[in-house]
């Protein structure tokens, strides 16, 4: 890792060094106690944490004074000699020599027992708690894998704009921006802008931020929430659910093995995902979900509550697949053997956490995608550009979008989904 500063080491290297090595490590005050005259300082940076012994005689009158002073999460820079301590949980701790106040801090507002709605207000100071570092651990670890599975599995990755013209997720949850004397609307997701650069690169991916002004405060919705998005020419909905399938358990395999120690210490058992996903179809899906007592017609999409009850009954991931159209957006293509469901497919997580990926295979044909857009109500001359690639080599083509937040929170068992991003943003949240 880079160093910067005067530090020497980082403060999780220092359980390998010898009894008695000079250091100056740099950090910030996470614990402190006195007793005796000796102050304890628990010094954190982005590698770990380090008992600070700070003592008369090693150490000069004003440097202990500085120590006492030192409020929690102020910076320090401390020079001393590694100490090997078989009652430290590293096995080592640091007898001061000297002591620089870099940034003092008073009154960190952050305490054990601070409320939510608190904790979301300082969201800029409570990133640094050892659990959110933990949750954006995961994140990290989540986004890479899926960039990587990408990546080695030769797919482009080509960014759709975050200004557009027109829905693609239907009206209801737009936002709506200005843009100079017109209107324009931040993206709700970039699956026309990738179905357009299948005739350039086959398979294509992008992973990047979506918008959604859902009103809805639930423990699974954001406004603006990170989307992997992924588009293959010639596939079809087996095809685009066997994708899906080899990513999350390429995620779920690299997660565990680079971060299992983080899922620890969130408390968190996870395995990385063996078998094959089942695949059930809407109609199967409904059964389940009666027999579970829910009330619910066929055609109608599943909620929050009848998708946790689906995905309780299986331990993996599963598919919920032919969903009735207009349960569905216009651009689902319909099963030629049974034109009222369409060939589309969402992955419901296990354990209650449900939707996580919603895809399907597209319509190909401009004749099927003009009937389907009037018959949404809907106005063709909104979708111009996505019609015309209907014209020029039209092939079959699949795709989806994987909720990233969604998936960090189901790993990571996360109670609320604004914990899988560093700022979450909801229709009650700006700030910070
Ligand atoms: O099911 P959705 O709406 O599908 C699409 O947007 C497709 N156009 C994607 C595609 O085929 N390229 O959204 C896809 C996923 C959902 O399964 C969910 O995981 C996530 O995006 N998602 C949200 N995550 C957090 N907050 C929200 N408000 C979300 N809305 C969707
Ligand atoms: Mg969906």
Redesign the pocket.
């Known amino acids: 890792m880079w160093k910067f500063g005067e530090r020497t080491h980082f403060i999780g290297e220092l359980q390998d060094l010898p009894e008695g090595e000079r250091v100056r490590i740099a950090g910030w005050v996470y614990r402190k106690s006195e007793l005796g005259g000796v102050v304890f300082i628990r010094l954190r940076d982005s590698t770990g944490v380090v008992q600070v012994v700070v003592k008369e005689g090693e150490v000069g009158q004003d440097d202990l004074e500085r120590a006492r002073d030192a409020g929690i999460e102020a910076s320090l820079v401390v020079e001393g000699r590694v100490r090997r301590d078989p009652r430290s949980p590293t096995g080592v701790e640091l007898l001061a020599s000297s002591i620089k106040m870099v940034g003092p801090s008073h009154d960190f507002p952050i305490k054990p027992d601070s409320g939510e709605e608190f904790l979301l207000d300082n969201r800029h100071l409570h990133l640094r708690t050892t659990k959110m570092r933990n949750a954006l651990l995961i994140r990290r670890e989540v986004m890479r894998a899926v960039e990587e599975w990408f990546i080695t599995n030769g797919f482009v990755r080509v960014e759709g704009p975050t200004f557009v013209g027109a829905a693609?997720?239907g009206g209801a949850t737009l936002f709506e921006v200005p843009y100079f004397n017109r209107k324009a609307y931040l993206t709700?997701?970039?699956?026309f802008y990738?179905e357009a650069a299948i005739f350039a690169f086959e398979n294509v991916y992008t992973i990047q931020p979506?918008f959604?002004a859902?009103k809805s405060r639930t423990r699974?919705?954001?406004?603006e929430?990170w989307?992997a998005?992924?588009?293959m020419a010639w596939a079809d909905l087996n095809g685009m659910m066997d994708v899906v399938e080899s990513l999350l358990k390429y995620v779920s395999q690299k997660v565990v093995e680079r971060a299992g120690h983080v899922l620890e210490a969130l408390g968190r058992r996870f395995e990385p995902l063996e078998g094959d996903f089942p695949r059930i179809t809407y109609d199967e899906a409904l059964d389940i979900a009666k027999r579970k007592g829910a009330s619910i017609e066929w055609g109608e999409d599943f909620g929050t509550e009848v998708e946790r009850a689906i995905s309780l009954e299986f331990d993996l991931p599963v598919f919920v697949t032919h969903y009735p159209k207009q349960a569905k957006?216009f651009y689902h293509k319909p099963d030629p053997e049974r034109p009222e469901v369409v060939l589309c497919a969402?992955l419901l997580a296990p354990e209650g956490i449900g939707?996580?990926?919603?895809?399907?295979q597209r319509i190909e044909s401009e004749e099927e995608l003009l009937r389907r857009i009037r018959e949404e109500g809907l106005n063709p001359s909104d979708y111009k550009w996505y019609i015309d690639l209907r014209r020029y080599g039209s092939v079959p083509h699949s795709?989806?979008?994987?909720?990233i937040?969604?998936?960090i929170r189901w790993i990571a068992g996360l109670p609320h989904?604004r914990d899988a991003i560093p700022f979450p943003r909801t229709p009650t949240r700006l700030y910070p």
């Open positions: 693609v997720e709700q997701s970039s699956q990738l979506s959604r859902e699974r919705h954001l406004t929430f989307h998005e992924a588009e957006a969402d939707e996580i990926v919603g895809g399907g795709g989806f979008g994987l909720g937040e969604r998936t989904i």
